[in-house]
């Protein structure tokens, strides 16, 4: 079997079994050192602490993006690693996340990527201190629902049409070098023009034919600005997936979208529609359409979603109890 160890490795051994509410005892880290503005070595450098003051045996495997993740992480889970933790955006995340789908050994997140999406929904702290505290002490676990798309899958969302688009003319040395601000400023771009495209969309079955701006498959809320989100309801571990249409057309029907959606009145919006689906969604686009998955480019004008609810057990923050939150 290859080894699983890169020249980045760092490891102590140990042979301590995870048991809840005590230190996870054997930590597998995948980190992507090109994600966001990450600082691989301080991601290192801080792991290393709180590993060392907890007694937690560790070891490091730095991406090259050219590898195939998926195999990594199913050798790691071979290795009775106790958890495994994804350092990088949310395109990281659901790569690791993917090989971990009912599986006794949970996802931790250190959100060091551009949206973080994910870690934001689970209220996963996007500080780099904190979230490597929470992977190697443990908090509560959370089983979030998975979208798979062929061999690929994908946790927080699937878009085709404007939004999809934009994320294809973002560059990685755009999204480092300006974060989030090199999606907003090419969407100013996409949003300010007023097309929409053909869909063929059939949710669970039931086929329809529409007209968007973009069709956004939500299985996360979080839109990755202030406090916007894609839905009211739009839950992570709910056992189904939501479906936005934005049918808006030019700067004046997205602001109004943005209007409703800062209220957290999406519903009341005359620019879009909601559906949700529990077992599949197929959507096709009429014309040549980029499909975004979690961040990344995925596919062109068709998708192909099988909805695998609380499939994913992640390390999130441990409930506040009632009397300590008062
Ligand atoms: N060493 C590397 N060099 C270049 N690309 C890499 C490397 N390691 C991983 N990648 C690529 O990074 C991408 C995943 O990035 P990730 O989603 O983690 O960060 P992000 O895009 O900055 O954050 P977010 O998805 O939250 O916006 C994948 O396409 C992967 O192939």
């Known amino acids: 079997m290859k080894s699983l160890h890169n020249d980045n490795v760092e490891s102590t051994p140990t042979t301590k079994t995870l048991e809840p509410g005590s230190p996870n005892s054997r930590l597998f880290l995948i980190l ?3 994600a966001g503005s990450c600082s691989a070595e301080r991601v290192r450098f801080t792991l290393k602490q709180y590993c060392e003051q907890h007694d937690v045996g560790y070891e490091i495997y730095e991406t ?24 990088g955006g949310d395109g990281t995340a ?7 789908i009912h599986s006794p050994i949970p996802l931790g997140i250190i959100p060091v990527g551009t949206a973080n999406l994910l870690a934001r929904e689970l ?3 996007l500080d780099l201190e904190s979230a490597c ?4 002490t443990g908090g509560a676990i959370r089983k979030i ?11 927080s969302h699937i878009s085709l049409g404007s939004y999809s688009r934009i994320a294809e003319r973002t560059s990685v040395e755009a999204k480092r070098r300006f974060r989030q601000l090199a999606y ?5 771009a996409e949003f300010i023009g007023t097309r929409v495209w053909r869909f063929d969309l059939v949710v669970d079955g039931q086929r329809q034919r529409i007209k968007a701006a973009f069709i956004m498959i939500a299985n996360v809320g979080a839109m990755g600005a202030a406090t916007l989100r894609w839905g009211e309801e739009v839950k992570p571990d709910d056992g189904k997936v939501d479906i936005c249409i934005v049918r808006t057309r030019g700067l004046l029907h997205y602001s109004s979208f943005l209007w409703h959606a800062l209220r957290g009145r999406h519903k009341e919006s005359p620019h879009t529609d909601y559906l949700w689906a ?10 040549n359409l980029p499909v975004r998955g979690d961040g990344e480019i995925i596919g062109r004008s068709s998708v192909e979603i099988e909805i695998i609810p609380r499939a994913v057990p992640i390390i999130v923050p441990a409930p506040v109890p009632d009397e300590i939150a008062s």
Do not use: C, F
């Open 32 to 34: 992507n050192p090109v």
């Open 184 to 188: 907003i400023w090419n969407g100013i």
């Open 123 to 125: 209220a996963i702290p």
């Open 145 to 155: 629902d998975a979208m798979r798309v062929g061999r690929q899958v994908l946790i």
């Open 278 to 287: 529990e077992k599949n969604i197929k959507v096709t686009a009429k014309k």
């Open 64 to 87: 090259t993006g050219k590898e195939h993740l998926p195999s990594i992480v199913r050798q790691a889970r071979e290795e009775d690693y106790s958890v495994i933790v994804a350092a």
């Open 133 to 136: 505290q929470l992977v190697v």
């Open 94 to 100: 659901s790569m690791v996340a993917g090989e971990l």
